[in-house]
């Protein structure tokens, strides 16, 4: 699929200071920077000073048809301590359909990666935080991504969706979990939170449990928390939590290709 009124941003290496917003009347746009070290967009406003979490992206996206390359989206505000409030500060929030992201950093500690609404496809992206660093209510799929966990930990997603006849949730494919401090896989901010990790390394900080209610049990039976074919010694299945699930060959079908954001329809790497 080639759209001729792309717009191409070519991005020169340097760190950019300043906050950005991609509007929605903007579509097929690419931004592409000269390699992930070398082109950072950073700022640093948190929830506290922004009206909200939604506010304190460094770099938002309203544009259907977005692309980013080789760049790095980082959010500088402070790590927060455990307990902390309003100090989550997003890199990168995508709030629209058909968006890809290839080559990519995204650094931050709370709320990193705001992975907002719509489809969403991420290739050989690095994403490091603490608490809940990828979350939304987006339908995305992780392929060769790394996920850094850095202190005080928390979990690596947080994924929001709040009934069963929402088709979002979040998949990782062929990805690396790494870092230094415990994580949970995911915590369940939606009733119906659906998170699915397969063919992932996955380092020793993953908490055994692997996954958190939230505190609240009715999502027990609600949520969908699966691994397939995982390896590493955080992958060991036997002490994770009981609604946790262990996918058949057949029920990881729908979720380990690219297909599980319909990406024939729209996907032009």
């Not at 968006?99 to 690095?126: N, P, S, W």
């Amino acid at each position: 699929m080639v759209n001729l009124d792309r717009v191409v941003i070519n991005v020169h290496a340097g760190i950019y200071t300043e906050k950005v917003t991609i509007p929605p009347t903007k579509s097929y746009i690419t931004i592409q920077g000269a390699g992930a070290e070398n082109t950072v967009v950073q700022w640093g406003d948190m929830a506290k000073n922004t009206n909200g979490t939604f506010y304190s992206a460094t770099f938002a996206v309203n544009s259907p048809f977005f692309i980013a390359r080789n760049i790095t989206f980082k959010n500088t505000a402070p790590v927060p301590p455990p307990g902390a409030k309003d100090m989550q500060a997003v890199a990168l929030r995508i709030s629209a359909d058909a968006a890809t992201f290839v080559g990519c950093k995204f650094l931050g500690a709370q709320d990193t990666l705001f992975d907002h609404e719509g489809r969403h496809y991420y290739k050989d992206c690095y994403i490091q935080g603490s608490i809940d660093f990828i979350f939304g209510d987006g339908r995305s799929f992780f392929e060769n991504c790394e996920l850094h966990s850095i202190p005080p930990g928390g979990a690596l997603t947080a994924q929001h969706r709040d009934s069963e006849s929402d088709d979002s949730g979040f998949v990782f494919v062929n990805c690396r979990v790494t870092g230094s401090a415990a994580v949970y896989l995911g915590r369940a901010w939606g009733s119906y939170s659906r998170v699915v990790f397969a063919y992932t390394y996955m380092h020793s900080i993953i908490i055994p449990r692997g996954w958190h209610d939230w505190g609240r049990k009715s999502r027990d039976s609600t949520v969908f928390y699966g691994q397939y074919k995982c390896s590493g010694p955080g992958a060991k299945f036997a002490k994770r939590v009981e609604w946790a699930k262990e996918l058949t060959d057949e029920e990881a079908r729908p979720f380990i290709y690219p297909d599980f954001v319909d990406a024939s329809q729209w996907l032009n790497i």
